[in-house]
T-cell receptor, first 119, second 111 residues
């Protein structure tokens, strides 16, 4: 499978629990992005990595959220002490810089997302 | 915050008709992209247009970009029921490496 893979597809958790999502990007893509999408809205940017470096975090990403990309391959997004407002679709996308270290943006390939429901 | 806004928010047309969606954005950009999203699924990349391009075609899709007006349009010709989806534009502001998405246009194509 050469696409972006996200696991799990669905997660139901009780308020206050911690959850972790995983994203496996396209192997030759060095950029990886996390977005959050609620019903009827466009995806909202959360954070992105170039290789293993986390280069930008949105103000939406409270200190309960943490993302990692060890070794520059897969990434995890952890939400601690979940709240009902965290219920959303969490989308991962990857892209290539086309060999350039900066200055070039290409289209994203998105995964199918992880739908989180906090009850 | 959303960089772009799509217009209209919702559009309903008959199969075979053309569908036009518009996107307006706020800052200077490097690129603008259009994505499609079927209900409850991930987004599918449709087309990318660079800031120095004015028009691009891909199959039944035609995208225009007017950087002076900070706007873009997506035209789907000879629409099909399978085109029913939400369509989003996304822009990367100059000097950044992330795309910011608009609020989307929900297209319904009636058979």
């Amino acid at each position: 499978d050469t696409g972006v893979s996200q696991n799990p597809r669905h997660k139901i958790t009780k308020r206050g629990q911690n959850v972790t999502f995983r994203c496996d990007p396209i192997s030759e893509h060095n950029r990886l992005y996390w977005y959050r999408q609620t019903l009827g809205q466009g995806p909202e940017f959360l954070t992105y990595f170039q290789n293993e470096a986390q280069l930008e975090k949105s103000r939406l990403l409270s200190d309960r959220f943490s993302a990692e990309r060890p070794k520059g391959s897969f990434s995890t997004l952890e939400i601690q002490r979940t709240e009902q407002g965290d219920s959303a679709m969490y989308l991962c996308a990857s892209s290539s810089t086309g060999g350039a270290s900066h200055g070039v943006n290409y289209g994203y390939t998105f995964g199918s997302g992880t739908r989180l429901t906090v009850v | 915050s959303q960089q772009g806004e799509e217009d209209p928010q919702a559009l309903s047309i008959q199969e075979g008709e053309n569908a036009t969606m518009n996107c307006s954005y706020k800052t200077s950009i490097n690129n603008l992209q259009w994505y499609r999203q079927n209900s409850g699924r991930g987004l599918v990349h449709l087309i990318l247009i660079r800031s120095n391009e004015r028009e691009k075609h891909s199959g039944r899709l035609r995208v225009t970009l007017d950087t002076s007006k900070k706007s873009s349009s997506l035209l789907i010709t000879a629409s099909r029921a399978a085109d029913t989806a939400s369509y989003f534009c996304a822009t990367d502001a100059e000097g950044t490496y992330k795309y910011i998405f608009g609020t989307g246009t929900r297209l319904k194509v009636l058979a």
